[in-house]
């Protein structure tokens, strides 16, 4: 009998991961090779290794969820991941792409309620996955509203080389320079460092994206960017340890959503680099959520208390209302050229029922959902009405 991952692989892959539990690298060293080989069942294998677990300080829930974020349907020959909030991609989010399992057409998350994923019927999506490549003609109407949602929806990058590139900041130094520094200890540093490159990873697969679309845009998407991160910079993160790990747990967990939409696109070099930047931005908003939980640990209830007190003031409110408004037009159009899949209400209603999930594992409370969609309106009507007075002064 072989376990189907190769246990040095694991090692060498989870390293270099954003949500490396380091302890884990020296569990799966430890464990003698015929061990590991006893069994082909995730779970087995997990109860087999418990005392090696408990040798190195490190869970067995935490082995688990990182075997399956690296190893499972779609990324690796384990079986769909059955941790959802740590691993895995909905099933409706690959029918069409992946020879999974026809349509489960619901995503269950923590037995609160089942989110349904059938694909909303007010429009005709007059695309299929995987359609367009980046040189193919396509209909005028389809490349404007590809190009939008590029603008809309990137990753920020860098479109400047060499000398070009003079006085030029990636848009992450200020919050990557505090990272680094405000680590408390070796492992959150490393997963820090191994967060970036990955961030930077993605820069560079957003680019090559863009640039093939269109010469011309990752120069205007990142001009447009930096207007707009501005703006939202000033209303962001607060300097603390716990409020950067709450960050990566919303904001990057943002992004798998995002991705999500994305996994089947109708245009094929998006789907492709999607499935890839799903998985790491798991990864990313797992980090946050190793972070949040040792800080929680270290600073009782002081820290527990801070910590619910921005999940309610700032990070629900936000990332509630950054999914858009339920009647958006652009939402329609994006789902009729098959560029979403799903309603902005059923995304947050998705992403809704997962952080209840989260939060209840970390014994935090999650808001109420329209109450936190509201207020997270109001924030970005205020930031908004910002930005057009920095414009007016600076015309
Ligand atoms: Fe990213
Ligand atoms: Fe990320």
């Known amino acids: 009998m072989v376990f189907p991952i190769d246990k040095r692989l694991a090692e060498v892959l989870w ?10 690298c020296d569990t799966v060293r430890d464990v003698p090779l015929e061990t590991w080989n006893s069994t082909e069942d995730l779970y087995e294998l997990a109860d087999i290794i418990e005392p090696y ?16 974020r690296h190893f499972s349907e779609p990324y690796g020959p384990l079986p769909k991941a059955k941790q959802t909030f740590m691993a895995g991609i909905p099933d409706e989010f690959l029918q069409d792409v992946g020879g999974l399992p026809e349509n489960a057409g619901t995503y269950e998350v923590g037995g609160v309620s089942d989110v ?9 999506v007059t695309a299929r996955p995987y359609q367009y490549e980046a040189g193919d003609d396509m209909p005028e109407e389809y490349r404007a509203w590809l190009s939008k949602l590029f603008f809309k929806h990137g990753e920020c990058m860098m479109p400047y080389f060499g000398e070009a590139a003079k006085g030029h900041k990636s848009m992450f130094s200020a919050i ?14 490393l997963r820090q460092q191994n967060f970036s490159a990955e961030e930077y990873k993605h820069t560079f697969q957003f680019y090559k994206l863009y640039q093939e679309f269109d010469p011309e845009i990752p120069v205007q998407i990142y001009e447009r960017e930096r207007e707009t991160f501005r703006a939202y910079e000033q209303t962001a993160m607060e300097k603390t340890w716990m409020d950067r790990g709450l960050y990566n747990m919303f904001a990057d967990r943002f992004g798998v959503y995002q991705g999500f939409q994305w996994v089947q696109s109708s245009y094929a070099p998006l789907a492709r680099v999607s499935l890839l930047v799903c998985k790491d931005e798991r990864g990313h908003g797992n980090m946050g959520y190793l972070h949040v939980r040792d800080s929680l640990a270290h600073e009782g209830e002081e820290g527990r208390k801070y910590a619910q007190q921005r999940i309610e003031e700032y990070w629900y409110p936000q990332f509630m209302a950054s ?3 339920d009647d958006s037009r652009n939402s329609k159009m994006w789902r009729k050229w098959g560029l979403k899949e799903l309603s902005n209400r059923q995304m947050r209603d998705a992403f809704h029922l997962e952080m209840v999930r989260v939060n209840e594992s970390l014994g935090l409370d999650t808001p ?6 509201a207020r997270g309106l109001e924030m ?10 920095v414009q007016a002064k600076s015309a």
Request: proline share 6%.
């Open 15 to 24: 390293i270099t991961a954003p949500d490396v539990v380091p302890q884990l």
């Open 53 to 68: 677990l408990e040798k190195h300080n490190a869970l067995k829930w935490d082995f688990i969820w990182t075997m399956e």
């Open 116 to 124: 349904s994923f059938k694909r909303p019927d007010d429009i005709e």
């Open 176 to 189: 990557d320079a505090f990272s680094l520094e405000a680590a408390p200890d070796a492992e959150s540093r």
């Open 323 to 325: 999914f858009g408004s």
């Open 368 to 373: 109420d959902k329209d109450e936190a969609l």
């Open 380 to 389: 970005a009507e205020a930031v908004k009405a910002r930005m057009a007075g």
